[in-house]
């Protein structure tokens, strides 16, 4: 076979930024910087005069940029003019395939025993059936029991748990995994959740799933390892920075440690956006009575994702957008996700449909205030719970319904009031005004309220009233 | 070819594409970025990987990385470019990854992901760009900026209290993770040659499977170093070349060894994990204990830990849900991870345990005087009190109307030649004191406890049963 001519160097000028690194990549002296700046680009591109050329392609492999020095093709270099860029390297962007959705399976498990087991158990449990196999994670007590787990069961199931270096860290292999469509998840509490929240704000912004449990403990600072309530705010609307926004679960038993573990995932697909889960130290370490579900999940790959193979290839994840219009569009959208967010509302009303006294509560104290409620019947006052499920968004339906016929609510909490706030934002934005006095029980520091503390408030008020 | 096919055919996100803009990169003229960038091109290109790669662009002046790559891509938060690669890589071990960074986004803010991702030692790719300078934001000090190097940040030169340049790939080669790291530079025919054959080792190595590499390129940046492209090269050469010198830092020869198979998701391997058993427990209880209480029974052991306060809580959970009745159990400890106080709070409920908490509990077991001290005083009226009668010589003056059970835990588990079971001999004294549950019923618990070391249920057995003589003993 004879030896194919090596192509020349041609050169569109307008693509050229005149740096230079051609010139002497040339030893035939070819090239020279042109003395007449280029009308479209404002910038001066080399000339080139290849009579001397013996078309080495060092000056190509010089130059940087994809669409500068390159081969010349058949004919380029007589009939060179100005041509249309987009007829010149075609409309066709790639020829990347058109991603599809591969759907999760659901498959049948068998029916089983309760197990007795602690609440980041049961939530570690709910994420394996919800086909999580990708745990990152950095120990902080309370919440490192959920890692551990992991760390024994993943690699059992070919999965994978890695000790990050930093909770930073931890959220952006998150980011990595979500990316690449599968579901991922990690326990952290709340110092630990302070510094994920960047990492969290750029998978909303680039719309990707996850499930961060956090079973919250005591702060400000360091704090302590005890329970507290005190990441409402965080959660609901502290989320890092910019336009952010994620359904917000309160579990309140290992069950449902369980149960919302593998809704947060459910719905974090459903969405591409966050889920997270608020426990609190009590919560996270207390055992309970758990039932498996029927079913279990055996994820797909959505069609959005950054796998890594052909299918996908066209792909990007990202939170930028350039452009202002670009970003305004950008944020119209998610807002439009988080307003179709509002129908995952979700709360437990408990003897609250002739309740006078509705107390408020989620989470561990949302218990105490259920045996409050069963004592102060035992002594006639016609006391209901309500407990909001979701904290963001709030059941604000709900608790309308619920206090339809309160003459007091009662906020029971371990905060200084962040639940509070979180119920008056929402009546206000639903647009009720008429509404009781709020009351409340709040202890902090890793107090939790005790039920005593809700008797002697809600029976020295009577006391006062009568 | 007119190109390495990997860029895609127009930049359509470089503003949509429009004009020029759709063939041309953003980088300033004289850059180092489009270089490595074409060789980047050219060995996914070579090595036939298009499909496989995921390219992570990260923040600084290659974040628009994806704009010209025509693989997956993805955007990573300053810094965190290598562990989003990480997410990468383990989601999608037949994936290939390169994490692209400059030197704010690896060096500065991104440092700990950097050394833990090149210690973790995973197949992955790290191409760095050393520019000693920030571009994106305007020309700031580095942490490579050089010694004397003048930058907004530095504007009269780095000085000692800047600190000394990082020299990257000297450290990360002191690492055991990466098997490559090499430095090389743009400046010349040469070094772009070597700069070229680096980048495509260091893909080649993740292809095969056999480890971190990383490829550190001394590159130019004309626009913020205030020269021309020209006078750019001879200062990569001349000023950075001496502190960061050329070659390679690190090169192992391994066998492949990132292989991971597909996720299991059998669920009866989860089950079996998780512990979860069709099998009823049988039921021994003929109802609930309602001569303790009518729904919901509060108890609360107390001791040191090492006492087994938690493991006897446990199972007097396990053996009220074995019942078909609801129970919890909360521990609390101190913050000592040994000797501490362990504390246990447990319900148990016909129907659903609604307070988890025993503030006020029906029964205490008390596993030292300082918890008999404590709590005592609030057991309930009519409640039962029982405490290991071996470290406790005097009992505090309680409720005349509480039930109190001095048993020597301590004592009959060193006699039975293990002082651990004293939680044990403990729980045979509640049955026997209280008649919470039937024996069987605790024993049952036991048992499904210790049944991957059975060897240790005779022991038990005999644990428990002199708990419950030590009671009917103190009975006449």
């Known amino acids: 076979m004879a030896l194919k001519e090596r192509p020349k160097p041609f050169l569109l000028p307008e693509y050229c930024k005149g740096c230079g690194r051609c010139l002497d990549a040339c030893a035939k002296d070819c090239i020279t910087l042109s003395d007449q700046i280029n009308p479209l680009t404002g910038l001066v591109p080399v000339a080139l005069d290849l009579a001397n050329c013996n078309a080495c392609g060092l000056c190509m492999d010089a130059c940087p940029e994809p669409y500068g020095l390159r081969p010349a093709h058949e004919g380029e270099i007589q009939d060179f003019e100005l041509e249309d860029p987009a007829k010149l390297f075609g409309v066709k962007p790639s020829d990347a395939p058109e991603p599809v959705d591969i759907p999760n399976e659901v498959l049948p498990l068998p029916r089983t025993e309760p197990l007795v087991i602690k609440g980041t158990y049961a939530s570690a449990l709910g994420a394996l059936l919800a086909g999580c196999r990708h745990v990152y994670g950095y120990p902080i007590t309370p919440s490192t029991e959920g890692a551990e787990l992991m760390a024994k069961f993943l690699p059992k199931l070919d999965g994978t748990f890695i000790q990050a270096v930093s909770e930073v860290a931890t959220v952006n292999m998150m980011y990595g995994t979500a990316g690449a469509g599968l579901p991922t998840m990690t326990f952290t509490s709340s110092p630990g959740f302070s510094l994920m929240l960047e990492g969290v704000s750029y998978m909303i912004g680039a719309e990707l799933p996850g499930v961060f449990v956090n079973v919250m403990r005591g702060g400000p600072g360091l704090g302590n390892i005890a329970p507290e309530q005190a990441d409402i705010k965080l959660a609901c609307h502290g989320l890092g920075h910019g336009n952010t926004r994620a359904l917000v679960l309160a579990p309140s038993t290992p069950q449902e440690m369980l149960d919302l573990t593998m809704l947060a995932f459910e719905l974090s697909f459903k969405y591409r956006n966050p889920v997270i889960l608020l426990g609190d130290g009590y919560l996270g370490q207390m055992t309970g009575k758990v039932q498996l579900p029927e079913t279990m999940v055996k994820p797909g790959i959505p069609k959005w994702a950054v796998y890594g193979d052909a299918m996908h290839r066209k792909n990007v994840i990202t939170s930028i957008f350039l452009t202002e219009s670009d970003l305004e569009a950008h944020n119209v959208h998610l807002n439009a996700k988080y307003e179709a967010m509002q129908v995952e509302a979700r709360a437990e009303s408990f003897l609250c449909d002739d309740a006078e006294v509705v107390l408020i509560a989620c989470n561990t104290p949302a218990r105490t205030a259920k045996g409050a409620v069963q004592e102060l019947r035992h002594q006639g006052i016609k006391a209901g719970l309500f407990r909001p499920i979701t904290l963001w968004p709030f059941p604000v339906e709900d608790l309308k319904a619920a206090i339809q016929g309160a003459q007091r609510l009662v906020v029971v909490e371990a905060s200084a009031g962040q639940l509070e706030d979180e119920l008056r934002l929402a009546l206000s934005k639903a647009g009720v005004r008429e509404f009781p006095e709020i009351e409340s029980v709040r202890r902090m520091g890793g107090v939790l309220p005790q039920q005593s503390e809700i008797m002697t408030r809600v029976l020295g008020r009577k006391e006062v009233l009568a | ?476």
Request: contains cysteine; glycine residues 10%; negative net charge.
């Open chain 2, 1 to 476: 070819m007119s190109k390495a096919s990997v860029f895609y055919d127009k930049f359509e996100r470089h503003s949509h594409g429009e004009g020029l803009k759709g063939h041309a990169t953003h980088y300033c003229p004289g850059c180092g970025h489009g270089l490595a960038h074409k060789y980047l091109a050219e060995a996914i290109d070579e090595l036939g990987i298009q499909d496989r790669t995921v390219a992570v662009s990260p923040v600084g002046c290659s974040v628009f990385l994806y704009y010209y790559f025509d693989v997956g891509n993805t955007q990573a938060a300053h810094g965190r470019a290598p562990v989003v690669a990480l997410g990468h890589k383990f989601a999608n071990p037949e994936s290939i990854v390169v994490s692209y960074q400059g030197d704010g986004d690896l060096a500065s803010i991104g440092l700990a992901e950097t050394v833990a991702t090149a210690q973790l030692g995973a197949p992955i790719t790290v191409i760095f760009i050393n520019n000693a300078i920030y571009g994106m934001t305007g020309g700031q000090m580095a942490p490579t900026t050089l010694m004397g190097q003048q930058s907004s940040t530095s504007p009269s030169g780095r000085n000692e209290y800047n600190g000394q340049p990082l020299k990257m790939a000297e450290l990360i080669a002191g690492l055991d993770g990466p098997v490559y790291v090499e430095r090389v530079a743009l400046y010349d025919a040469k070094q772009r040659i070597k700069a070229k054959k680096a980048i495509q080792k260091a893909m080649k190595l993740q292809v095969e499977g056999k480890g971190y590499s990383f490829i550190e390129v001394l590159a130019e940046c004309p626009t913020h170093l205030k020269m021309n492209p020209e006078d750019t090269e001879k200062w990569v050469k001349e000023c950075m070349e001496p502190v960061y010198p050329l070659g390679v830092k690190k090169d192992l020869t391994v066998d492949p060894w990132f292989k991971r198979n597909a996720p299991c998701f059998k669920g009866e391997k989860i089950l079996s994990l998780a512990g979860a058993t069709s099998e009823h427990p049988e039921r021994f209880c003929k109802g609930f204990p309602t001569h303790l209480a009518a729904h919901d029974i509060s108890l609360k052991l107390a001791g040191s830990g090492g006492d087994g306060a938690q493991t006897a809580a446990m199972l007097i959970a396990r053996a009220a849900i074995s019942e078909g009745f609801d129970a919890t159990h909360i521990p609390s400890y101190g913050p000592e991870s040994r000797g501490g106080t362990s504390y246990a709070d447990v319900h148990v409920a016909e129907e659903e345990v609604l307070n988890p908490g025993s503030p006020d509990p029906q029964v205490l077991i008390a596993f030292n005087a300082p918890s008999l001290a404590k709590f005592g005083p609030t057991v309930r009226k009519g409640g039962y009190v029982i405490y290991d009668s071996s470290v406790v010589s005097e009992a505090p003056a309680l409720d005349p109307s509480i039930k109190v059970f001095p048993v020597p835990f301590t004592g009959i588990a060193t006699d039975l030649g293990k002082a651990v079971v004293k939680n044990i001999v403990a729980l045979g004294a509640l049955q026997a004191a209280t008649g919470i549950f039937p024996k069987d019923t605790l024993l049952g618990a036991i048992r499904t406890a210790l049944k991957d070391k059975c060897a240790l249920i005779p022991l038990n057995e005999e644990a428990f049963a002199w708990g419950i003589k030590s009671v009917e003993g103190l009975d006449k």
